[in-house]
């Protein structure tokens, strides 16, 4: 094309559509610099923007995107500062925004807003709208030829099963869209979160390698730092106890539980020493969990059989980091035993002060007496109780707290841990940025260190009281370490 305003700003946009956005953003900012009237400009720097925004240039796509104030360009702003907003994790924004474009745009503007509408309601719990949203977008990009683009809603609603747990549907979704990896590196991340989930670790661990080169290369920044943030939070890894100076930091009372070969090792600042082979300690580990559920059930005493199972693996209290497949064990049926993701992990949470901010509690959908008794601690600890709140709504609470109480129904399945509230399901992930310092998960399941622990440990806690045991409702309430199965994880 030309160097007419239309040329370069129509070649902005096929190279941003075809995931070029450092080309794009050339061809961009000389559209910009060409047009001749405000609206040609206006328009031209929304198309900038949405490329600033791939390229992790936020701030200043936003800037630019609220200079628009064409009448007749609001829902395509909207759209724009939706997928902004989506991309960065902003959800409840981007929702709100995505609404507001859908309304005023059509073509493929609507199918843009309609795919970052379908990953905002998906984040936020509203499954079927998402799952609607995405169709959609997938019927108006074939309608218009747009095969690469309907590949790519394809593979996104593959990204929608995963948030609702179905990580063996998203895997199908994803290898039937055959979007090419070499265009939207991203779309490997995705692919890596539900192998883990499903667990194939090393598949995912490459998959990852792969698109932390791609998206490098193409200058994805944001993109990039999702990939690398995968890699640290997704795919296991073993915190090994050579490094002595992380064991010395702990001090006594601490131990490291590590397979090497066969053999288990039980790791101290004192030194190591050999607990049995690795598959028998698993084994009698998984048969202690399950004498645990029934004791749980029962009411019987479950003494004896800790009583042996502690012999076996030589923790007798304090600070205990497991080896994954030791990790969901009930450990607060053994007495005063703390639980801790990994050894740095442990480490980081005994640094953490009190965070000012409110009790909060939060009472979910359908588990009696829940309500009740997050509006009696409320007034106990002159704090704040939500009854049944909506995801979004959960999550800005979780966000201002100081302290967090939880009573709702919950599961844990490989691949899909979550809380039930109103409309949705809370999971690991939406537990991002600050976070309280101390949480109790008076939730079934929930309580499984690499879950939401792990994840409100990252987001700054100290410590977490949940339990990994289906246990009964009538036992949630007064849930606290040693009671049901319940432990503390982090310090």
């Known amino acids: 094309m030309g160097v007419t305003w239309a040329g370069l700003h129509a070649d902005a946009l096929r190279h ?50 609220a200079g628009v104030v064409e009448e007749d360009l609001v829902a395509q702003r909207e759209c724009v500062v939706g997928l902004i907003h989506c991309g960065a994790g902003r959800y409840a924004e981007a929702y709100g925004a995505l609404v507001l474009a859908r309304g005023g745009v059509e073509g493929k503007w609507l199918a843009n807003a309609l795919v970052g509408l379908g990953v905002a309601a998906g984040k936020l719990g509203k499954h079927s709208e998402g799952v609607a949203a995405m169709r959609e977008a997938v019927d108006i990009y074939a309608g218009l030829g747009e095969v690469e683009r309907a590949a790519t809603c394809l593979h996104n609603l593959g990204f929608l099963e995963a948030e609702a747990g179905d990580h063996a549907a998203a895997l199908r979704h994803y290898e039937r869209s055959g979007v090419d990896e070499r265009k939207w590196p991203e779309v490997l991340v995705d692919r890596a979160r539900s192998l883990v989930a499903v667990g194939l670790a090393e598949d ?98 479950i003494g004896p059989i800790g009583t042996r199972f502690r012999g076996i693996v030589g923790v007798e209290g304090g600070v205990v980091v497991p080896t994954p497949g030791l990790a969901d064990l009930p450990w607060g049926l053994l007495g005063d035993v703390v639980v801790a993701p990994s050894l740095g992990e442990h480490l980081a949470a005994r640094e953490v002060a009190d965070r000012p901010g409110p009790w909060v509690g939060i009472a979910g959908p359908g588990l009696p007496g829940a309500a009740e008794e997050v509006r009696a601690l409320a007034e106990a600890h002159g704090g704040v109780a939500l009854v049944e709140p909506t995801v979004a709504e959960a999550v800005e609470a979780i966000g201002f707290a100081g302290r967090l109480h939880i009573a709702a129904h919950g599961f844990a399945r490989p691949g899909a841990t979550g809380i039930e509230l109103a409309g949705g399901t809370l999971r690991p992930h939406h537990v991002t940025g600050r976070g309280p310092s101390e949480v109790v998960l008076a939730v079934c399941e929930v309580g499984k260190p690499h879950g939401f622990p792990r994840a409100f440990l990252r987001a700054g806690a100290r410590r977490v009281v949940g339990s990994p045991l289906p246990v009964p409702d009538r036992l949630l309430r007064g849930a606290r370490p040693g009671y049901a199965g319940f432990a503390v994880v982090g310090a």
């Open 204 to 301: 995912a661990e490459r998959a990852l390698v792969r698109a932390e080169v791609l998206l490098g290369a193409a200058g994805r920044q944001t993109a990039l730092a999702d990939a690398r943030r995968a890699r640290d939070e997704h795919v296991p890894r073993v915190e090994t106890p050579d490094e002595r100076h992380l064991l010395a930091a702990a001090g006594e009372g601490v131990t490291v539980l590590v397979e090497r070969g066969e053999s288990l090792y039980a790791c101290t600042a004192a030194g190591e020493r050999v607990v049995g082979v690795a598959a028998e300690v698993t084994e009698a580990g998984e048969g202690f969990r399950r004498l645990g559920v029934v004791a749980v059930h029962s009411g019987w005493d």
């Open 16 to 65: 941003q559509e075809s995931g070029e956005p450092l080309v794009a953003r050339r061809w961009a900012e000389r559209a910009v610099s060409a047009a001749e009237t405000r609206r040609e400009r206006a328009r031209s720097e929304l198309v900038l923007a949405w490329v600033l925004h791939r390229l992790g240039e936020d701030a200043t796509a936003l800037d630019l995107a």
